[in-house]
């Protein structure tokens, strides 16, 4: 039996050893992954709707009646001159009749007999590829000869901004803080096990032994316990999210917020859960054995 062998073969065993301790570590551990895998999936769908309302504002630039077809194309590629622009679509004025429709469906009546009146301006609908910068190109396409109004809903893009920052801020915070109580519950139920090694630990040391030769088998049995918490841990959350997504996605509970497919984002929960259960495991043993090490 290779070293590298009876280490690892001595770092399972001490989960057998440990019983009970190894148990209530990994229900505390996958508690723990459970709760921070919550932030994490409202996370990304909280930055999934921000994406999608991102891309769906934009502004709209009426046009002077009295534009000519090369009027129109001239303002076009003025309009595709402004640094951001990512979009144009041109509203003619019977497509403006049928928009303002659809924005009175079930009231229509109220547009009755205005289909031929011509009272509805063409324009364009600009799209933009960063709306924190809106003001600024709002600005620019009213300089456009032939465009005499810009509208555009800048509340619900200040509000989509202030959204992001306080949701991405907010869950970072509580993720870090999750993490950092994760390996402290870890790293001080592991010191249990440590201690009661303690005179095994002193007398490998007094024989000569070295640290990394006493540390491999507790970083083997902090890593086991890490990895199989994060697999449990993930089949839990799966399928919870499934069931919550095929219950509540499209439903008027949730309004205009949408829930990810869960084959969006399941490889990144896993990844995350994989490289957190093996990172509290490892490390909170590698700082359990410090003092013993030490002495």
């Known amino acids: ?33 459970l709760i921070l895998g919550i932030f994490i999936m409202i996370l990304q769908n909280v930055n999934s709707n921000v994406k999608t309302l991102r891309l769906e504002q934009g502004l709209q630039a009426f046009i002077d009646d009295k534009a000519t077809d090369e009027d129109i194309s001239y303002m076009e590629d003025e309009l595709w001159l402004v640094d951001g622009v990512s979009q144009i679509d041109y509203m003619t004025k019977a497509e403006a009749y049928e928009d303002a429709k659809n924005q009175f469906k079930g009231q229509d009546y109220f547009l009755e007999g205005l289909e031929n009146l011509d009272i509805f301006p063409a324009s ?39 959204i992001s920052k306080i949701a991405n801020g907010f869950l970072l915070g509580v993720g870090i803080v999750l993490l950092v109580v994760s390996v402290f519950i870890i790293s001080n139920t592991i010191k249990l096990a440590v201690y009661s090694n303690k005179r095994e630990i002193f007398i490998m040391r007094y024989i000569g032994a070295t640290n990394s030769f006493i540390v491999k088998p507790f970083i083997v049995e902090g890593a086991i316990m890490g990895l199989v918490s994060a697999l449990i841990s993930f089949v839990i959350i799966s399928i919870v999210y499934i069931y919550i997504y095929a219950g509540l996605n499209n439903s008027l509970a949730l309004g205009v917020f949408k829930l990810m497919p869960y084959s969006a984002m399941w490889y990144q929960i896993l990844g995350a859960y994989i490289i957190l259960g093996l990172f509290i495991g490892i490390f909170g043993s590698a700082v359990s054995l410090k003092k013993y090490l030490t002495a």
């Not at 290779?2 to 190894?22: P, V």
């Not at 990994?26 to 508690?31: E, K, R, V």
Request: glycine residues 4%; hydrophobic residues 35%; charged residues 25%.
């Open 1 to 33: 039996m290779t070293t590298n062998t009876y280490l690892i073969k001595e770092g399972y065993d001490n989960l057998n050893k440990h019983g009970s301790k190894t148990i209530s570590t990994m229900l505390i551990i996958c508690a723990t992954m």
């Open 124 to 162: 364009f609908i600009v799209k933009f590829n960063n709306i924190e910068e809106a003001d600024r190109i709002k600005t620019e396409v009213e300089k456009i000869d032939g465009i005499y109004k810009v509208k555009y809903n800048e509340d619900t893009i200040n509000s989509v901004v202030s």
